[in-house]
């Protein structure tokens, strides 16, 4: 392969998305940084674009200005996701609400990879030793019930499907497919619900007995993306502290 392996990477502003960049770039991948808020810095080398993952117009503007830059895609990190605006009781969830919520979480990433998808195919077809790979950032609420936020579950859940179908039709042309599902990591995205959990790590929630890191995730969307697990397409990855551990 000429130059340096490509990585879009959405949701790369903040949180966790921001660590997968920064991880990614310093392992050696030229990063391609959505955002619906314009990034400044990464404190590596990115080519930003501004875009909304929600909307269908902005995936074709994604895609062209990192081909049109990158010339290829060889990683596609599904990250952006955002939580509701209030939690509700599921009695009380509201249709924009859920709507919003799925529209970035699972519509949004799912006709964003589908595009993405085409144009890997195209290039493994030019060259048939290359590797792409797709990285679905999911979460445990995947299977995890939270009453108050139900349709972020919802969203989640959708997502892992979403993981296994593209993993499953993208096998024939050795694209893997993984699905990450963090626990309960420290970003903007649980600062507001950050004393409930400080309560709850401290009385034992998490096994590992700590909030997750940005890097936790980072650090395992590389190992995948550089394909120490090339003979597990539709592989879920869970990065909670042990939270998967069922306890007496
Ligand atoms: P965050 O709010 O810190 O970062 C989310 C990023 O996505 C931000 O940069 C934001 O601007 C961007 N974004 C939001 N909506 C967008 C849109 N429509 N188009 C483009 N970009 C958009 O949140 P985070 O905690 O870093 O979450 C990242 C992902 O990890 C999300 O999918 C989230 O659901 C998932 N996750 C987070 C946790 C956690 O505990 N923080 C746990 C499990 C899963």
Redesign the pocket.
């Known amino acids: 392969m000429k130059g340096k392996p490509v990585a879009l990477v959405?949701?790369?502003?903040?949180?966790?998305?921001?660590s997968i960049a920064i991880e990614l770039a310093q392992s050696g991948y030229d990063i391609a940084a959505?955002?619906?808020?314009r990034i400044e810095e990464l404190g590596v080398d990115f080519f930003p674009i501004q875009?909304?993952?929600?909307l269908l117009e902005d995936h074709k503007k994604i895609i062209e200005l990192t081909l049109s830059k990158f010339e290829r895609i060889d990683v596609l990190v599904n990250?952006?996701?955002?939580?509701p605006d209030k939690r509700l009781d599921i009695l009380e969830t509201t249709p924009d609400s859920y709507d919003r919520v799925l529209s970035?979480?699972s519509r949004?990433a799912f006709f964003l990879t589908q595009r993405a998808a085409r144009k890997m195919i195209d290039l493994v077809h030019k060259d048939p030793n290359c590797r792409p790979c797709i990285i679905f950032?999911?979460?445990?609420?995947a299977d995890v019930s939270s009453p108050s936020r139900a349709e972020?579950c919802i969203s989640?859940a959708a997502l892992s499907q979403i993981s296994r179908i593209f993993a499953d039709r993208l096998s024939e042309f050795n694209i893997n497919v993984y699905e990450v599902?963090?626990?309960?990591?420290?970003?903007?995205?649980?600062a507001a619900v950050k004393d409930k959990y400080d309560r709850q790590i401290a009385e034992g929630l998490i096994p590992q007995k700590r909030w997750?890191q940005?890097e936790d995730?980072a650090r395992a969307v590389v190992s995948l993306a550089k394909g120490s697990f090339s003979y597990s397409t539709g592989m879920v990855v869970e990065v909670s502290g042990g939270m998967n551990i069922r306890r007496l």
Do not use: H, L, W
């Open positions: 959405t949701g790369a502003g903040f949180g966790i998305g921001r959505v955002d619906i808020e875009a909304d993952i929600s990250n952006a996701g955002i939580a970035v979480n949004g950032i999911s979460s445990i609420s972020y989640k599902r963090p626990g309960i990591i420290q970003t903007r995205m649980t997750g940005p995730v």
